[in-house]
């Protein structure tokens, strides 16, 4: 298939010449707001380039859930997003190749007798999850008898669980390890229930956005541009 140029899908786009992406902040792993309100993360970096490889101008708009940036795309809000691969989602969403793969897991009373994932599909358990989240829809598919406590972001299911609401909560690693060492008394089991791969994804039916997307994301992937933006977001210089 012949490459697609930037000129043959200015008018796919909500503005013509504008890259118009959804920013998912429910993940702080892989973006933020800073102090003064910038964006910043892997994801943010990666839509910058994607707008400078069209040599167009990018417009960025964050989302606190990643459930509201999934209902937006039906509504012409935005070009493309960074979400986790889901089936579910992939019925209304085109998904590139995963540009990094992020842990599921839980955060517990550190009294507590649980020390896997496994031990937690149990009817008398409540698990905090962020509503329409990409672990709260894996663990809807595959939990037999716990119940889950959908709470409005990510980040409030944490809140909630600290405050003694829930058994346990479900999250992106990071941010639990983050909660348990800022909060004495708590501690994230050492294995995941999910790997999370996280993508770039267009609207389905904007075919050629998305072969333009998906080509550029593979390049640089394939020649570790990606990783090399992961290593500074790690290691930023000082």
């Known amino acids: 298939m012949p490459a697609i140029k930037a000129e ?3 008018h796919e786009c909500i503005k013509p010449g504008v890259l118009s992406v959804a920013i998912n902040l429910g993940n702080p ?3 933020r707001q800073d102090a003064h309100g910038e964006l910043q993360g892997l994801s943010v970096g990666l839509a910058k380039k994607l707008a400078s490889a069209l040599d167009w101008s990018l417009e960025m708009h964050a989302y606190s859930t990643a459930g509201k940036v999934v ?3 039906t509504r012409r ?3 493309i997003a960074f979400l986790a691969i889901d089936p579910k989602r992939a019925q209304q969403l085109s998904f590139t190749r995963p540009y990094i793969t992020i842990e599921g897991t839980y955060l517990v009373a550190e009294s507590s007798p649980w020390q896997n994932v496994d031990q937690l599909d149990q009817a008398a358990i409540t698990i905090n999850v962020g509503k329409g ?3 709260d829809l894996f663990l809807t598919r595959h939990l037999n008898h716990a119940s889950l406590n959908r709470l409005e972001t990510s980040h409030s299911a944490i809140e909630r669980f600290l405050a003694g609401e829930g ?3 479900a999250g992106v690693r990071q941010p639990l390890q983050q909660a348990a060492s800022v909060h004495a008394g708590y501690r994230v089991l050492a ?3 999910t790997e999370i791969q996280q993508a770039i994804c267009t609207p389905r039916g904007n ?8 080509g550029q994301i593979t390049e640089w992937l394939d020649s570790g541009e990606v990783a090399r933006m992961k290593a500074a977001e790690e290691n930023p210089a000082f």
């Open 133 to 135: 989240a990409a672990y």
């Open 77 to 79: 809000c935005w070009d």
């Open 29 to 31: 792993v892989l973006a």
């Open 207 to 214: 075919e050629r956005l998305f072969a333009f997307i998906s």
């Open 191 to 193: 294995d995941s229930f």
């Open 8 to 10: 043959e899908i200015r």
């Open 71 to 73: 209902e937006d795309s």
């Open 167 to 169: 058994d346990v909560v």
